[in-house]
């Protein structure tokens, strides 16, 4: 709901920072709730897609470049603009798996070890553009192996499955 509440404008409308109100190929780009604002450093901002129907990675298609492209794009104008912050300086990804089923994209400074940043979660979105326009479908039948901590309720189902 607070995705919605963003997205709908009822709650933390003053926090975004940028907005393409297209309802296929549109988002909002708003800081990360565990960035204080107040240095560039640990810089930490969200876009989130305008689309209820993504979820996660899994569900996009090369049908969604246009969306993804935009977010890349101008998602990183955004911030130049906003923190003076280069696209270059930048790193862009989706996690798989989300913390919250609603497609988002993580921006955050280069250097800033954000949580979930790492390769066993973290899909760089210029990867996801090109693995998209190579195959359609890329998401849907590629394996993707991801981290879990072994307080996660997702790691007890499989537990409990026999899956791990």
Not at 12 to 28: L, S
Request: hydrophobic share 40%; net charge neutral; proline share 4%.
């Amino acid at each position: 709901q607070w995705v919605y509440n963003i997205l709908e404008k009822k709650a933390e409308a003053e926090r975004i920072i940028y907005e393409n109100p297209d309802p296929q190929h549109g988002f909002v780009l708003v800081p990360d709730l565990k960035w204080n604002q107040s240095q560039l450093d640990d810089l930490y901002l969200i876009a989130l897609v305008h689309r209820r129907d993504l979820k996660s990675l899994r569900d996009l298609t090369a049908e969604h470049l246009p969306l993804l492209q935009n977010i890349l794009r101008e998602g990183k104008e955004a911030v130049a603009q906003r923190y003076g912050v280069a696209g270059s300086r930048l790193r862009v990804y989706l996690h798989y798996q989300p913390s919250y089923y609603h497609l988002h994209v993580h921006f955050t400074a280069l250097g800033y070890e954000a949580p979930g940043c790492a390769v066993e979660r973290a899909h760089l979105l210029a990867d996801v553009i090109d693995n998209l326009a190579r195959d359609a479908r890329y998401y849907q039948s590629r394996a993707l192996s991801f981290a879990l901590r072994a307080d996660e309720p997702l790691l007890r189902k499989f537990q409990e499955a026999g899956r791990v």
